[in-house]
């Protein structure tokens, strides 16, 4: 990354006006690209943390995924769930690009942004990629019979997808049956395109009319085929004027289709190896990749959980935290804090700093736990490494430290931490992040303590970077 990045005269140093408070340099140079990826089980607030970001930047790109997502955002009073479209469309001279590596349902692509026309806050620009591959209420279908396919077997649950598609969408695009959208605003290639892809699925009934979605789909295409666009040459035309770019993770690492807890994972690489894959950006262009983390734990659908709680404290995290999904509104499961994990996330990403968000959720509690081994059914233990088998996973007993509580975020304290800056945070929530920072040998660079946009604070750069080798969580 850095180390390798070539340098560009043209840059200026923005230091000062993201981030007025600060006193730390940051070597003179500005931040060209970003990537942003989830560090837990999706819903750290990744969306609030662009947007916040995004202030600065002149791309946003959402690099994998689609429909399954959802980004909240609050614009002052109103609030903003965006589910394919990148953060930077509500920043007026920002760009948010539908990347490459998404699979993106066009009807519904439609809607949302009819839907932030309406309210007046569609202020940057789209641009869909050519390469970006069409997903289709076939593929929810495909889903739905997937999910009751596997319930069936199992006897119990099925992965607990989202049911928008996802893996259905994935599996044609790997299988070389997907329809991209440069078929998409092509009418001359769309009917060949999709009488292969509905040759390829004579296990599924219940088809649309072939006639009636290529009758659909050139309608949607004719639609959007002015923001189609080669987006590999846009962005790296940006790089080249040294122009800043964020690319916008989706899901998280640990729902990653290699490194997550397989099979309960969704079908794409939301990682920072993925968000270049699913962009086109090469990775010496990279500069910073930012894990976001809340302070506490969270999952939806199925899939082993070691940290999670039940009963009144497991209640009292979702109340508090509001943990209701926001793309399909199923409540959250919630758990403490995973080093473990964390410290995997890390090491697969090569997180430069961490976002920690919901702090506020914390205050007022006695004590946090956060887990910093496991002991295993075979009676090992481990600190750095999650087993592989999902079974194993659940399995796993977490060895809890207990940090003591920091005080309730009541309207003074976010009014002194507005006004102060990261001196103003309760000294054991320092302790807290302090601990998460040195265990996983990345500074904690920015704290959010509640949903609106003014309630990040930057906690200086590299501020908490340990040094002592002694350290060091792969050992285990
Ligand atoms: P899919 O991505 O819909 O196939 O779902 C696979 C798994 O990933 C399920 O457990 C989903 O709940 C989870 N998942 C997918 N997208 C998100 C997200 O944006 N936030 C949190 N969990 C997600």
């Known amino acids: ?7 560009f005269p043209s840059v200026i140093d923005i230091t000062t006006h993201i981030y007025p408070n600060s006193s730390a340099t940051h070597g003179g140079r500005a931040t060209t690209v970003r990537v942003i990826v989830g560090a837990q089980f999706g819903d750290e607030a990744k969306g609030k943390i662009t947007d ?6 002149q791309y946003v790109v959402r690099t994998g995924g689609g ?6 955002i609050h614009v002052g009073d109103e609030k903003v769930v965006l589910h394919q479209l990148a953060c930077g469309v509500l920043r007026r001279g920002v760009t948010g690009v539908c990347g490459p590596g998404m699979v993106v349902n066009p009807a519904q692509l439609e809607s949302e942004i009819q839907a932030l026309d309406d ?13 970006a591959h069409v997903l289709l209420t076939l593929h929810q279908l495909e889903d739905a019979w997937e999910e009751q396919t596997r319930s069936n077997q199992s006897g119990g649950a099925g992965l607990g997808t989202t049911q928008r598609g996802i893996g259905p969408a994935y599996r044609d695009r790997y299988g070389r049956w997907g329809l991209r959208f440069a078929e998409l605003v092509r009418p001359d290639l769309l009917e060949q395109r999709l009488e292969l892809l509905y040759a390829s699925k004579p296990y599924l009934s219940n088809l649309p009319s072939r006639e009636e979605l290529q009758r659909q789909l050139s309608e949607i295409g004719g639609r959007l085929a002015p923001q189609v666009r080669a987006t590999e040459p846009i962005l790296w035309g940006a790089i080249e004027r040294g122009e800043n770019i964020i690319l916008e993770g989706a899901q998280s690492a640990l729902l990653d289709v290699d490194y997550g807890t397989y099979p309960y994972v969704t079908s794409s690489h939301p990682t920072s190896a993925g968000a270049l894959v699913g962009s086109g950006i090469p990775p010496q262009e990279l500069d910073e990749v930012i894990g976001v983390t809340k302070a506490y734990a969270t999952r939806v659908g199925v899939g082993p959980f070691p940290t999670e709680v039940g009963g009144e404290m497991g209640e009292y995290l979702r109340r508090v935290g509001g943990e209701q999904g926001a793309t399909t509104g199923r409540p959250r ?8 994990l964390l410290k995997y996330a890390s090491r697969l990403n090569g997180f430069t700093s961490f976002a920690v968000t919901k702090v506020d959720v914390l205050g007022g509690l006695d004590e946090v736990p956060v887990a910093v081994g496991y002991r295993l059914s075979d009676g090992s233990e481990v600190e750095a490494y999650p087993p592989a088998i999902a079974e194993e996973l659940a399995k796993a007993t977490p060895v809890y430290r207990r940090f003591a509580g920091w005080p309730d975020f009541n309207e003074r304290l976010r009014e002194r931490i507005r006004r102060e800056g990261a001196h103003a945070l ?30 990040t604070v930057w906690m200086g750069r590299g501020a908490r970077t340990p040094t002592a080798a002694s350290l060091s969580p792969w050992s285990s």
């Open 1 to 7: 990354m850095r180390r390798c990045r070539r340098q």
């Open 52 to 57: 916040f970001l995004a202030s600065d930047a």
């Open 67 to 72: 429909p399954n997502a959802g980004h909240t």
């Open 119 to 131: 309210r007046h806050l569609l202020h940057g620009s789209i641009v869909i990629s050519e390469r």
């Open 333 to 340: 499961r919630c758990g403490w804090l995973d080093l473990v």
């Open 426 to 455: 309760p000294d054991p929530l320092r302790r807290f992040l302090e601990f998460l920072a040195v265990q996983t040998r990345v500074p904690v660079e920015w704290v959010s303590y509640g949903p609106r946009r003014d309630e």
